[in-house]
């Protein structure tokens, strides 16, 4: 499936999901009867940390044209750079639910690794790698400072893919 960077503002990844899944797959297949003129028609709401919507207006462009012409799908072109000092300013940006009466992530665990996230990208601490992100765990909390462990994990996902695209120098 398509990958692409997520921004503040872009759009729905849920729905472009589904959109492109349906694209590969009649691409692929010629399954689902659907035509470059379905694609030209979909809307996608913008949301708070949603695809980039260049990256996604490009791709789905390209895969009209596929469409027009019978093939089979293409990836997307590499994903653009994201400058370190933005993905700082991201990371310094994000604000997590607490988890209140459910279990959730040591909010101090977590607040600490994305310490040293940012501090790879300042070249103050050794880096950390999109796997590391990918890798990285937490204890539980049930009555403690802790954080939604859903929205983490989902910043958490964010961030490890928008390290595989960072400019680090």
Do not use: K, N
């Amino acid at each position: 499936m398509a990958r692409f960077p997520v921004v503040l503002r872009g759009y729905d990844c849920a729905q472009v999901d589904a959109l492109t899944a349906r694209i590969e797959d009649a691409l692929q297949r010629g399954a689902g009867f659907l035509t470059a003129e379905d694609v030209l028609r979909s809307r996608f709401a913008v949301v708070l940390r949603g695809y980039d919507q260049q990256a996604v207006d490009e791709y789905l462009y390209e895969c009209i044209r596929r469409l027009r012409e019978g093939a089979r799908p293409v990836r997307p072109q590499r994903r653009p750079r994201v400058p370190a000092g933005r993905l700082i300013d991201w990371i310094h940006g994000i604000e997590f639910s607490g988890a209140g009466m459910r279990t959730g992530y040591d909010a101090r665990d977590v607040d600490a690794f994305l310490d040293r996230v940012v501090a790879g990208l300042r070249g103050a601490g050794p880096p950390v790698t999109a796997g590391d992100v990918r890798a990285s765990s937490f204890r539980t909390v049930r009555f403690g400072p802790g954080y939604d462990e859903r929205e983490v994990d989902r910043f958490l996902t964010e961030l490890a893919d928008a390290l595989e695209s960072a400019v680090t120098r």
